[in-house]
C-alpha cells in the first residue's frame, strides 16, 4: 500500500491518502472520501478563506 499525508476537511487533522483506493481517510474523526471529492472540497476552503482574507483586508485589519 502506497499512501501519503492529507489533511482533513472535517477535523483539520493529518488524514491519509490511499493511492490505491484513491481515497482519503482521518483516523480521528472517520472521515472517508474520494479524492476528487477531496480535491472540490479543499478548493471551497481555499476560496473561503481567500475571501475572508480580502474582507480584512477591504477593512483595514492589517
Do not use: P
Amino acid at each position: 500500500m502506497f499512501s501519503m499525508d492529507a489533511r482533513c476537511v472535517n477535523c483539520n487533522n493529518k488524514a491519509n491518502f490511499d493511492i490505491e483506493k484513491n481515497k482519503i481517510k482521518c483516523e480521528k474523526c472517520g472521515m472517508e472520501i474520494d479524492y476528487d471529492e477531496y480535491i472540490e472540497q479543499m478548493k471551497e476552503k481555499a476560496v473561503t478563506l481567500a475571501d475572508n482574507f480580502q474582507s480584512s483586508w477591504d477593512k483595514g485589519g492589517f
